[in-house]
């Protein structure tokens, strides 16, 4: 399943920080993040709880770059 969201974040060093943060998270196939665009595209594995992984996946984000969040 994939799904996109928006996020808040300053810079795009820090939103490379969060996709990698997202990558690590379990439950993750893929994780994209654009700066430009202020998005973040994630692709959940396939016998993944899409809301436990997103959970987990905002507060690693939030955990690499503080001030960041993503908007559900």
Known sequence: ME???K?????ANCALKMEAAARKTPGVQEAEVSFMALKMRLVFKDNADPA???AEVR???QKAVPDSDIIL
């Open 7 to 11: 996020i808040k974040v300053d810079c």
């Open 52 to 54: 436990a992984v997103i």
């Open 59 to 61: 507060q690693n984000c």
């Open 3 to 5: 799904k996109l969201f």
